[in-house]
Each structure stands twice: as structure tokens, then as C-alpha cells.
């Protein structure tokens, strides 16, 4: 049994900011702390993105990109705001964003709301008691019974965890029909820091929200034509690599840990937990015609082509969304999907060209692999 997609919606915040604008805004911040402003424009260029979405950017009446939320570092020692202050900024922010993302979803399959019968959300970026999942209660009048579940401070491997609940909460019960919402403020949590790697985490992480319904295989919903199912799913925490990343909770936000080992330890590791994953199925890496890779960043995504041997091409909607949104955690990885699910025509070069593999990694370190396949008229589903 698999969990079938009937529909995604993605949607970020209005006001974008593009990426060289953010380099400057970023040592505008850091004052004395930035490093010299030809370093933090090549830190920033060499992250791929072109541009980032965030809640704290407004617009003024000449139509130029503002914000007020982080003030420049007037000592050596200034942090910013608080933690507190910024989870205020969360919990006004993030219903608004998930709500719409909620709608879209909505608006891409026949349901209303009041059919739902599971709701899963997701973040890594903000916590409030009642949470966001008791806010979409309210806001699309849900069942006061509905079974709830919150996946916290996961990371970027979040979503993948909010799919692996799904998918069990649609084979205990044929009539599930469950709602999947992820919402990451990651611009929140700008570091007033000359530390290297909380300024990557600075120049790559990014806003946004998405949703996601599906239901058992066995219902009825599930046979919309060209549909995509989850099969399956692996999650495998990598051994002397817990230190290699993390997200910590400090006084002034939270605090990234991202070592440059990342990239050559997902490399060593991946090709043979991809291919024992995908020996279930009696499939092989090159009958894949589609790859949705989180995209922690350009090495990530580079070091994961080369290991799995893959196309220069097979990564393009990974990078597309990186250089778009950038790292928007746990919800990136449904922006990359909802692109390649929209796809009408499959490629015809690949023996099983209705199958895709996705996978992201997180702290840990953790890898999360899993395997979609559409299903048509003359397209089969892949053996579960």
C-alpha cells in the first residue's frame, strides 16, 4: 500500500531580495563582523541563489526592498534580537503563509476541508503552544477529532519524516485523507557573527511554506489519472558524523553548525544506500527518471551527481529551486517535487520513467531516501 499525492501548494512571502542585495544588507548588519565586502559578495555569489524570500522585507513607497526587524551591530558583542523576539515574528508570521499554502493545496484537488482526516505540520524554525496545527483547525474549521501530529526541529530531512507519517497513517486506515504543512522562517535567524559557517547559513536559508494532501492507495481519490504514489521510504543516520551538523537553540535565534566535511561524507555513503534502497523494488539507479535532491547548497548537490554517476541534467529542478528560493528546509524539497509532479510528459529514454527518487539530509547526519511512482493508464505502478 502507498500513500497517493493528490495535491501540493507552495507559496513564500511576498518581498524577495535579490542575492547580491543580500550580501550587502548582510554586511550592513554585521558592521566591524563582516568580513571585507568583496568576501561576503564571493561567500554570497558562490552559493548559487540569485534570490531569497523572507517575512522581515518590506517594501517602501519608492518601491525599494526594507526591512526594520534586525538593526546594524552597534558593539562588538551585539547578537540582535532575541530568540523571544523572534519567535513573536514567528507566531504572527507563519499562520498567514501556511494558511496559504493550505488553500493552494486545496485548490488542486476536488476535497474540501472538512475531509481531512489527518493533519501532520512541520517546522524547524519557530515553536508556539497552541501551535500552527490548532491555528489551521481554526482557520479551515476542522474537525475539533482530527488526529494530529507536529514534527519540531528535524531540520532540513523534516519533511521527509511528515511523508513517512503519512504514508502510515493512510495504510492504517483507507479513508485517511491527510494534510501535510511545513513552514520555515529560516530569515529569523540571521547571525550577527564573523564565524564562516553561520554566514553560509546566513547567504543560503530562506521562507516558505508548503502543503500536501494524500490518501491511501485503496481509496477512491487516489485514482486521479497521472497521480504520483509514495512506495517507500529509508532513513539512515550516518556513524561518526553527529557533529558535522546542527541547529541549536541560542539567546539570539538559532545557531547553524555545518561543517565542509558534509558534502565528502554524503558522497562516500550514498551510492550503496541507494542502491540496497532501491534492490527493494528491483530497480537501478539509471531506470530514475526523475531526482528531487534537497538542495543544502551547490557542493551538495555536485557531490550527489557525481557519486550516483547521475546526468549533468538529472539535478536542473534541485538547482532551479535553490537559485529561485533558496534553502527553505523541510519545505523545499515539496517545492522541487510539485515541479517535477506537474510535468505531463515523463521521459521516454528511461525503462521505468514513471519513477523518482528524492532524498535530503539533515543532523545527524541523516539520510532520507524516498521512492514516487506515477501511475496512468499505461504506466504500472512499481512494485511495492
Known amino acids: 500500500m502507498s500513500l497517493t499525492i493528490l495535491g501540493i501548494g507552495t507559496v513564500v512571502p511576498q518581498q524577495k531580495i535579490q542575492q547580491h542585495h543580500a550580501a550587502l544588507l548582510a ?14 559578495q564571493a561567500m554570497y555569489r558562490q552559493t548559487r541563489i540569485q534570490q531569497r524570500f523572507s517575512v522581515v522585507l518590506d517594501k517602501s513607497q519608492d518601491g525599494e526592498i526594507i ?30 503563509l501556511a494558511t496559504a499554502a493550505v488553500k493552494k493545496a486545496l485548490d488542486r ?34 474537525s475539533a477529532q482530527i488526529s494530529r501530529t507536529h514534527i519540531g526541529f528535524m531540520g532540513c530531512h523534516g519533511g521527509f519524516n511528515a511523508l513517512r507519517v503519512a504514508k502510515a497513517y493512510a495504510e492504517s486506515d483507507p479513508h485517511a485523507v491527510v494534510l501535510i504543512v511545513c513552514i520555515e522562517l529560516c530569515s529569523l535567524h540571521f547571525q550577527y557573527t564573523e564565524d564562516p559557517e553561520q554566514i553560509v547559513a546566513n547567504s543560503i536559508f530562506a521562507d516558505g511554506a508548503a502543503a500536501l494532501i494524500g490518501c491511501s492507495s485503496e481509496s477512491p481519490e487516489s485514482l486521479a489519472p497521472d497521480g504520483w504514489s509514495l512506495v517507500d521510504q529509508t532513513s539512515v543516520l550516518l556513524p561518526n558524523s553527529a557533529d558535522h551538523m546542527g541547529w541549536t537553540i541560542g539567546d539570539n535565534g538559532f545557531e547553524m553548525t555545518l561543517s565542509p566535511e558534509v558534502p565528502a561524507r554524503i558522497a562516500e555513503a550514498l551510492p550503496s544506500l541507494t542502491d540496497s534502497f532501491l534492490q527493494r523494488h ?49 519545505a523545499t524539497i515539496f517545492f522541487i517535487l510539485e515541479q517535477l509532479f506537474a510535468r505531463k510528459k515523463l521521459d521516454p529514454t528511461h525503462q521505468n520513467n514513471n519513477t523518482c527518487v528524492a532524498m535530503a539530509f539533515g543532523p545527524g547526519l541523516t539520510t532520507e531516501l524516498a521512492l514516487f511512482t506515477s501511475f496512468s493508464d499505461s504506466n504500472e505502478r512499481v512494485p511495492t
Not at 554586511?27 to 561576503?40: D, F, I, N, Q, Y
Not at 543544502?296 to 529551486?321: F, H, N, W, Y
Request: proline share 6%; hydrophobic share 35%.
Open 27 to 40: 554586511g550592513s548588519l554585521l558592521g566591524s563582523k563582516a568580513p571585507a565586502e568583496r568576501t561576503m
Open 67 to 96: 526591512q526594520d526587524f534586525f538593526d546594524p551591530a552597534e558593539t562588538q558583542g551585539d547578537r540582535g534580537p532575541t530568540t523571544a523576539k523572534r519567535m513573536q515574528r514567528y507566531e504572527g508570521e507563519a499562520t498567514p
Open 109 to 142: 484537488t476536488n476535497l474540501k476541508p472538512a475531509a481531512i482526516t489527518h493533519l501532520i505540520t512541520c517546522s524547524c524554525t519557530g515553536f508556539q503552544a497552541p501551535g500552527i496545527d490548532v491555528a489551521l483547525m481554526k482557520k479551515f474549521d476542522l
Open 282 to 330: 528491483h530497480v537501478m539507479r539509471n531506470n530514475i527518471a526523475h531526482w528531487a535532491v534537497h538542495p543544502g547548497g551547490p557542493r551538495i548537490l555536485t557531490m550527489v551527481e557525481e557519486a550516483l554517476q547521475l546526468s549533468s541534467k538529472s539535478l536542473d529542478t534541485s538547482r532551479d529551486i535553490l537559485a529561485q528560493y533558496g534553502n527553505m528546509s523541510s
